[in-house]
């Protein structure tokens, strides 16, 4: 098909050209006296993204999978109680391997559409008494939902019950694109990804870990290689990788960090709300229904009921066989009855407008009753109003 096809995936998101020029780079020896001088910067900025300046990050040729994995085996024992909430497809998979590496797993399920609930988390540590829960495992942005849950909440809850508690974020499809503040939440460990937020290709698990995370490294005994954060810190403290990087990945990440800074991290978050605000709005003028209740909806993603005789995959076939854009699929409990834009990244006003037009014809299509124009005239009246 002529034209671009056109990402609305939340995630691997679009790579400015920018970014992917600066991938452009011949290979590199990771072992040359020069390296540092890329390495060094690179793990110091992303300290300022995930917004500590009393924890460590560490960037590993991994995925955001990866990251669950890093915090669990590098920080708990085998037997070990976790606290999880489920309602979605990745704090499903979270919840799942911390099983398969042989945690004790206190799985809380919500309705998928619903986050975090605080009261009953400050319920859940009181009655623990004991202590027997080492670590709550949070995620910040369920993107199989477009649900974003309030972490300072759950930091302020976990210190209401005075639980000792490590918190633990899934931050992949939130950080750098939605408010977030490691040290100010008491965050011990945040899990990001390259190829959301960072608008980078996946490959790149970016994590970050506080002083009393790195210090339960000590005594935790999972077998770990691969993803010992022991390695790294030793070989990152010269500025070196404990095995070979990803010379690109790690270029552009440098040019992802200066775009972020330039455009100042606040105006990224603001972007980013403005952006879902406009989508949430087109949503309503079309008459369905946001997956997300309300006080929990994504600034990056967006899942979109269809009625119950609608099958949301025949949406998403539609948009992409015939007007060429990549939306979202349902995931497992929610496959066929949602489809979700993603806006997330390097997105402006016209690329969303793009997508609520291809969503709309799509929708057309398959023969939902909606007004044409209706959902993207919403949304550009709302761009136009807010446009800086
Ligand atoms: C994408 C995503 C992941 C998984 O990341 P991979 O890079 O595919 O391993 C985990 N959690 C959330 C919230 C995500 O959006």
């Known amino acids: 098909m002529a034209g671009r096809n056109h990402l609305y995936v939340p995630g691997p998101t679009n790579i400015p050209t920018e970014i992917l020029s600066a991938m452009n780079v011949d290979s590199q020896d990771h072992r040359s006296p020069i390296f540092p001088d890329l390495l060094k910067p690179l793990l110091a900025d992303l300290k300022k993204v995930f917004k500590t300046e009393t924890g460590q990050a560490f960037i590993f040729p991994a995925t955001g999978t990866a990251g669950w994995e890093i915090a669990l085996t590098n920080t708990l024992s085998p037997g070990d109680k976790v606290l999880i909430y489920r309602f979605g497809q990745f704090s499903h998979l979270w919840a799942a391997m911390a099983k398969r590496l042989g945690l004790d797993v ?17 319920t859940r540590l009181k009655a623990d008494g004991r202590h027997t829960i080492k670590a709550v495992l949070a995620t910040h942005n369920e993107t199989a939902t477009g649900v974003t849950s309030d972490i300072g909440g759950v930091r302020k809850a976990m210190d209401a019950a005075g639980h000792p508690a490590l918190l633990f974020v899934d931050g992949v499809s939130s950080i750098a694109s939605i408010d977030f503040r490691m040290d100010e939440w008491g965050v011990d460990g945040a899990i990001s990804g390259s190829q959301k937020g960072f608008m980078l290709p996946a490959g790149g698990a970016f994590v970050a870990f506080s002083q009393k995370a790195l210090k339960a490294t000590e005594s935790a005994t999972f077998p770990r290689c691969f993803l010992d954060l022991k390695d790294q810190m030793a070989a990152n403290k010269d500025g070196y990788t404990p095995y070979t990087p990803s010379i690109p990945m790690l270029h552009g990440l440098r040019k992802a960090l200066d775009l972020l800074f330039a455009e100042g991290l606040d105006a990224v978050y603001a972007r980013h709300a403005r952006l879902a605000a406009g989508v949430r709005k087109a949503v309503a003028a079309w008459g369905l229904e946001n997956c997300a209740k309300p006080g929990f909806e994504s600034n990056t993603v967006t899942a979109v009921v269809v009625p119950a005789e609608k099958d949301a995959r025949a949406v998403i076939s539609t948009a992409f066989s015939k007007y060429n854009i990549s939306l979202g699929a349902g995931l497992t409990e929610v496959a066929g009855k949602v489809f979700r834009i993603g806006h997330v990244g390097d997105m402006n006003d016209v690329s969303i407008l793009g997508a609520l037009a291809g969503v709309e014809m799509a929708l057309l299509d398959n023969g939902f009753t909606i007004k044409p124009g209706s959902g ?13």
Request: a negative charge; zero cysteines.
């Open 376 to 388: 993207v005239a919403a949304a550009l009246e709302y761009y136009r109003a807010t446009a800086g």
């Open 106 to 122: 206190e799985v809380v399920e919500r309705p998928w559409g619903e986050g975090i609930p605080l009261d009953d988390l400050e």
